[in-house]
C-alpha cells in the first residue's frame, strides 16, 4: 500500500487576491535620492513590500548607492593630488585636536562634578537593581 501523495502534473492557480501596499515614487525618492533608479529599486521594493524585511531591503538599497558613492569619492581622491590632499588633511585634524584640547579640561572637571548628583546616584543604583532609572527634575 503505497502513502505516496499525488501531485498535479501543473501548478494550479492561485486564486486568492492579495493587495501589498507599495511606497510611492516619491517616497522612495525621498529615501534613495539621486541614486533612486525607477527600474531596479521598485523591483526589489516589489519583492520585500508586505513583509518584515521591507526596511531591511530598503536600507540595503541606501547601502549599496552609499557604497558605490563611498568608493568613487575614495578613488577620486587616491588619484587626486596627493601632496595637496595631505596637507588639507593636516589642517583639518589640527582644528580638531586644537578644539578637543580647548574643551577637554572643562569636560572632565564637569564630569567629576556630576558624579555627586543625585543623578549620577540613580544611575548607577538603578544599573547595579537592573531597571529604568527614575530622574528627578533638577
Request: hydrophobic share 40%; proline share 5%; aromatic share 6%.
Amino acid at each position: 500500500m503505497s502513502h505516496a501523495v499525488e501531485r498535479p502534473s501543473h501548478p494550479t492557480e492561485y486564486t486568492s487576491k492579495v493587495s501589498i501596499p507599495l511606497p510611492s515614487d516619491d517616497e522612495v525618492r525621498k529615501v534613495m535620492g539621486d541614486a533612486y533608479d525607477p527600474a531596479k529599486t521598485l523591483n526589489v521594493i516589489k519583492m520585500f513590500a508586505g513583509t518584515d524585511d521591507m526596511y531591511a531591503a530598503t536600507i540595503g538599497l541606501v547601502n549599496a548607492e552609499v557604497l558605490a558613492k563611498a568608493r568613487e569619492i575614495a578613488l577620486e581622491l587616491a588619484n587626486g593630488p596627493t601632496w595637496a590632499i595631505r596637507w588639507t588633511k593636516l589642517s583639518i585634524n589640527q582644528i580638531l585636536k586644537d578644539r578637543v584640547n580647548m574643551m577637554l579640561e572643562a569636560s572632565m572637571a564637569l564630569e567629576q562634578v556630576t558624579f555627586a548628583t543625585a543623578d549620577h546616584k540613580e544611575a548607577t543604583l538603578s544599573f547595579k537593581e537592573k531597571r529604568k532609572p527614575k530622574f528627578g527634575k533638577a
